[in-house]
């Protein structure tokens, strides 16, 4: 009986510990696309504190760093391309002023960068303008008559995708359809059915995002259920909610999503929904990875396609094998007398994933240059975006560490007592023992998933993988008036970057009361820092008085004297 509490408190305490873990971060690839040779993703990663400095993409067997920065979708300056697709049914006009103001604010919120196409919903899908500049898409949409009397949503919207796929793709953007409507259907002739329709979307290259209007909650929910199949966001305008607000809160999602692109070089098996697993890291720290699926063009994609799953089926065959025999072997030592921690260990060897404890990144190149905060070509590429938590299973190595000190503790209380009961063994030599063989049987002797975390980690730090500390993270700064950056707005931050009106300083302020040195920018366990460096001068950060030094989040706000700089890495 004592055996058996011991032994669910070890497991009760790992699945806490990896529960942690899970917790800690995620990672989303909400798009996946290749594109002239260039597997491009747009990620939404959560809960990673810790700057991200190496990414790598993995197709089969085959690994690639990243060839480009990883950097926030707003920092690119926002390679997206909205198709605006209006609803022009006679239901529309009490919203017409709501729906000028959502869309005149997100083309005030959005990049550079950023494409409008304006087109409508209503009999048939319509393209009103394929370019339309942002300061008049106020007086395009006043042109928009709003007198449909039939609405065909779903055959509209997937006619709207067939658009996409005959539209050339604009180098690496982000492709978004925001459909605005009230969501009431009325097609005479049936149309295209919503499960269709759901399914399309699920896998297409667009993003769909919605803002309904109106109270028919029933039909307001349908469009929902579209948008959140895309991974889009779906907005209701309420009382609370204003048309504003809404746009800022689509600007906001899409700028926050990380991009980075992978050079395959030819070297990656073509076909259709090739799975693809990326892996983000902070010097050599493994944080999340997260896993999509995605078309690789190729004149071969049957045949390649074919191989690539008769070497899954082989590979599984292997693994079968390697789980056979290691539940054999298993087995002999149990039959011959092992004790209880051989036989432990060896359950935990046949439980292991090969898939898991293969995964360790390789080597990224002495070009590939990743910073970060912590985040397409035609239309054939399938969309499988699958959110996984906390590095798909993989512990840090703080948990690691603390499970394996817990599993051994309790497992030298029980060896002790049989010790004593038996008079073979003593608490100390079993100890002694767990100690010579703890490198060895670290991983196994803990539950299965949890040892494949502990292997994934291990290798993962053992490669050449792991970042240089000086190679620094990579940051765009934002400037407004009253500040020069001699070296360029984007730069790699690995030591310090002052701020003031001194010749010296990376960040000048000009003007004839600019401070000598009012602030530094530093690295300190990775994260940005920012200190104040002259008592009389103040230094706001997002509004608060900066005293001695802190911390800084992607986009915070610095000001001194009136000058503002956004630090965005």
Same mark, same amino acid.
């Given at each position: 009986?004592?055996?058996?509490?011991?032994?669910?408190?070890?497991?009760?305490?790992?699945?806490?510990?990896?529960?942690?873990?899970?917790?800690?971060?995620?990672?989303?690839?909400?798009r996946t696309f290749v594109y002239?040779?260039?597997?491009?993703?747009?990620?939404?990663?959560?809960?990673?504190?810790?700057?991200?400095?190496?990414?790598?993409?993995?197709?089969?067997?085959?690994?690639?760093?990243?060839?480009?920065?990883?950097?926030?979708?707003?920092?690119?300056?926002?390679?997206?391309?909205?198709?605006?697709?209006?609803?022009?049914?006679?239901?529309?006009?009490?919203?017409?002023?709501?729906?000028?103001?959502?869309?005149?604010?997100?083309?005030?919120?959005?990049?550079?960068?950023?494409?409008?196409?304006?087109?409508?919903?209503?009999?048939?899908?319509?393209?009103?303008?394929?370019?339309?500049?942002?300061?008049?898409?106020?007086?395009?949409?006043?042109?928009?008559?709003?007198?449909?009397?039939?609405?065909?949503?779903?055959?509209?919207?997937?006619?709207?995708?067939?658009?996409?796929?005959?539209?050339?793709?604009?180098?690496?953007?982000?492709?978004?359809?925001?459909?605005?409507?009230?969501?009431?259907?009325?097609?005479?002739?049936?149309?295209?059915?919503?499960?269709?329709?759901?399914?399309?979307?699920?896998?297409?290259?667009?993003?769909?995002?919605?803002?309904?209007?109106?109270?028919?909650?029933?039909?307001?929910?349908?469009?929902?259920?579209?948008?959140?199949?895309?991974?889009?966001?779906?907005?209701?305008?309420?009382?609370?909610?204003?048309?504003?607000?809404?746009?800022?809160?689509?600007?906001?999602?899409?700028?926050?999503?990380?991009?980075?692109?992978?050079?395959?070089?030819?070297?990656?098996?073509?076909?259709?929904? =090739?799975?693809?697993?990326? %892996?983000?890291?902070? #010097? $050599?720290? !493994?944080?999340?990875? *997260?896993? /999509? +699926?995605?078309? &690789?063009?190729?004149?071969?994609?049957?045949?390649?396609?074919?191989?690539?799953?008769?070497?899954?089926?082989?590979?599984?065959?292997?693994?079968a094998a390697e789980t056979s025999?290691?539940?054999?072997?298993?087995?002999?030592?149990?039959?011959?007398?092992?004790?209880?921690?051989?036989?432990?260990?060896?359950?935990?060897?046949?439980?292991?994933?090969?898939?898991?404890?293969?995964?360790?990144?390789?080597?990224?190149?002495?070009?590939?240059?990743?910073?970060?905060?912590?985040?397409?070509?035609?239309?054939?590429?399938? =969309?499988?975006?699958?959110? %996984?938590?906390?590095? #798909? $299973?993989? !512990?840090?190595?703080? *948990?690691? /560490? +603390?499970?394996? &000190?817990?599993?051994?503790?309790?497992?030298?209380?029980?060896?002790?007592?049989?010790?004593?009961?038996?008079?073979?063994?003593?608490?100390?030599?079993?100890?002694?023992?767990?100690?010579?063989?703890?490198?060895?049987?670290?991983?196994?002797?803990?539950?299965?998933?949890?040892?494949?975390?502990?292997?994934?980690?291990?290798?993962?730090?053992d490669t050449a993988f792991a970042?240089?500390?000086?190679?620094?993270?990579?940051?765009?700064?934002?400037?407004?008036?009253?500040?020069?950056?001699?070296?360029?707005?984007?730069?790699?931050?690995?030591?310090?970057?002052?701020?003031?009106?001194?010749?010296?300083?990376?960040?000048?302020?000009?003007?004839?009361?600019?401070?000598?040195?009012?602030?530094?920018?530093?690295?300190?366990?990775?994260?940005?820092?920012?200190?104040?460096?002259?008592?009389?001068?103040?230094?706001?950060?997002?509004?608060?008085?900066?005293?001695?030094?802190?911390?800084?989040?992607?986009?915070?706000?610095?000001?001194?004297?009136?000058?503002?700089?956004?630090?965005?890495?």
């Amino acid at each position: 009986m004592k055996r058996i509490m011991c032994g669910a408190a070890a497991l009760l305490l790992a699945l806490l510990l990896c529960g942690q873990a899970l917790a800690a971060g995620s990672a989303e690839p909400v798009r996946t696309f290749v594109y002239e040779d260039t597997l491009y993703t747009y990620v939404r990663l959560e809960g990673i504190d810790s700057p991200i400095t190496q990414v790598e993409a993995k197709i089969g067997a085959q690994s690639f760093p990243a060839s480009s920065r990883l950097e926030t979708v707003r920092q690119a300056g926002f390679p997206i391309t909205y198709l605006l697709l209006v609803d022009n049914s006679n239901s529309m006009p009490p919203f017409r002023a709501q729906l000028e103001e959502f869309c005149k604010e997100l083309a005030a919120d959005s990049g550079e960068n950023t494409r409008f196409i304006l087109a409508t919903l209503g009999d048939q899908f319509q393209v009103v303008n394929e370019n339309v500049p942002a300061d008049s898409i106020g007086e395009q949409l006043a042109a928009v008559p709003l007198d449909e009397t039939v609405t065909r949503l779903h055959t509209c919207m997937n006619s709207a995708l067939d658009y996409f796929e005959t539209l050339p793709r604009q180098g690496t953007e982000l492709r978004a359809m925001v459909v605005i409507t009230d969501g009431v259907q009325y097609d005479p002739l049936g149309g295209v059915p919503h499960e269709e329709l759901l399914e399309r979307l699920t896998h297409s290259d667009v993003m769909l995002h919605s803002l309904g209007m109106g109270s028919d909650s029933e039909a307001l929910d349908s469009l929902g259920k579209l948008t959140e199949s895309s991974g889009g966001i779906h907005q209701v305008l309420t009382g609370s909610l204003t048309a504003g607000t809404a746009a800022k809160t689509l600007t906001d999602a899409a700028g926050e999503l990380m991009v980075t692109g992978f050079d395959l070089g030819g070297q990656a098996a073509a076909g259709e929904n =090739q799975k693809v697993s990326f %892996t983000f890291a902070s #010097s $050599g720290t !493994l944080l999340c990875r *997260g896993k /999509a +699926a995605v078309d &690789i063009p190729g004149e071969e994609d049957g045949q390649t396609a074919a191989a690539g799953d008769e070497s899954e089926s082989a590979a599984e065959g292997e693994t079968a094998a390697e789980t056979s025999a290691g539940a054999d072997e298993s087995a002999a030592e149990t039959s011959a007398g092992a004790d209880e921690e051989t036989a432990g260990t060896s359950a935990g060897e046949s439980g292991e994933s090969p898939e898991e404890t293969s995964s360790a990144p390789a080597a990224v190149s002495s070009q590939s240059q990743i910073g970060g905060g912590g985040p397409e070509d035609s239309g054939s590429q399938t =969309q499988s975006g699958e959110k %996984t938590a906390g590095g #798909s $299973g993989i !512990l840090p190595a703080a *948990g690691i /560490a +603390a499970a394996v &000190i817990a599993l051994a503790a309790i497992f030298l209380i029980v060896r002790g007592r049989r010790a004593k009961g038996a008079g073979t063994k003593t608490a100390k030599d079993s100890a002694a023992r767990a100690e010579n063989r703890g490198a060895e049987r670290r991983d196994a002797s803990a539950p299965p998933a949890q040892a494949a975390q502990a292997q994934d980690t291990a290798a993962f730090e053992d490669t050449a993988f792991a970042e240089t500390a000086d190679a620094g993270i990579y940051m765009r700064i934002e400037a407004g008036e009253g500040v020069a950056i001699p070296g360029g707005n984007t730069l790699t931050l690995s030591g310090e970057l002052l701020i003031g009106g001194d010749a010296s300083c990376g960040i000048l302020l000009t003007g004839a009361a600019a401070p000598r040195r009012a602030a530094r920018l530093f690295l300190e366990d990775g994260f940005v820092c920012i200190e104040a460096l002259d008592a009389q001068v103040q230094v706001l950060v997002n509004g608060e008085p900066l005293t001695g030094s802190r911390r800084l989040r992607s986009g915070s706000c610095v000001s001194i004297g009136g000058r503002e700089i956004r630090p965005m890495f």
